[in-house]
């Protein structure tokens, strides 16, 4: 069995500041989302017991020049090779031009038995990408997985539905997005780092994939931080007074109730 997991790198959003409610993102450095770790991991884990036979980390770039050295994460972590799709019509996709994207380039791999995704990204968390490939593809998919397991060409998994536990099945090839309860991603050693170097990485464009340019079907009309209007209220007296009025002030403007 091949697993492919789609791996979205993303701002590092603890670098990001807002000025005039706007988020700052030039020089901010792009790292692998955290579920994209969890994919990752779900993915190295069926390989290792036995359950797959390679594991190939698809990653589109969007706009970050830096996303073919960004993704040795990924192969650190455990990925057999990578592909990156980097294109200049790609720069800012919206989710139906990157599951047109991530379909086509699953298209020409040799071979996707299982397709991987974490249920949303660090970024946006639209959780439309996954499905959306599933469709293109004309693949099941299976949402919120927290266990992943693969035999004998079906894919079981345990995902948690507020007051149940339910167990899904679908024959392979699928889709399934996972959420971060599904397993604690391995942070990879010198060694590891040091081998993803030699790893197989190929870019491909969309002339490579055989794709055209991609019309976008979303506009953003706005996209602006929340005004945050300080009060600038000092608490002076003990710490039991502080405590007091901190609380009062807050009953006061409605926070709390009395």
């Known amino acids: 069995m091949d697993i492919v997991v789609c791996v979205k790198t993303n701002p590092d959003l603890q670098m990001v500041r807002i000025k005039d409610r706007v988020a700052q993102t030039e020089a901010v450095p792009y790292k692998i989302g955290d579920l994209e770790k969890n994919a990752l991991e779900a993915a190295v884990a069926l390989r290792e017991s036995g359950a797959a036979v390679k594991v190939t980390a698809l990653c589109l770039a969007e706009g970050n020049r830096k996303a ?28 139906a031009a990157v599951a047109e994207a991530l379909a086509a380039a699953v298209r020409k791999l040799p071979a996707c038995d299982l397709l991987l995704f974490g249920e949303g990204s660090s970024d946006n968390y639209t959780g439309q990408v996954g499905a ?46 996972v959420v971060s309860e599904v397993n604690e991603p391995r942070i990879p050693g010198l060694m590891q780092i040091m081998k993803a170097k030699s790893k197989p990485m190929q870019t491909w464009s ?10 976008p079907v979303r506009e953003i009309v706005s996209n602006l931080a929340e005004e945050q209007d300080r009060k600038h209220v000092l608490f002076e007296g003990t710490a039991a007074e502080q405590a007091d009025a901190f609380v009062n002030a807050l009953i006061k403007e409605g926070v709390l109730g009395r």
């Not at 969309?206 to 019309?215: I, N």
């Open 132 to 177: 959306r490939v599933a469709e293109l593809l004309g693949v099941p998919q299976i949402g919120y997985a927290r266990k992943v397991d693969a035999a004998d060409g079906v894919v079981r998994c345990e995902r948690s539905m507020d007051d149940m536990i339910e167990t899904v099945e679908a024959p392979l090839p699928a889709v399934v997005t």
């Open 68 to 95: 073919a050295e960004d993704i040795k994460v990924a192969l650190a972590m455990g990925a057999d090779e990578s592909v990156v799709i980097d294109d200049p019509a790609l720069a800012e996709p919206d989710q």
């Open 206 to 215: 969309l002339t490579d994939l055989g794709a055209d340019a991609p019309t």
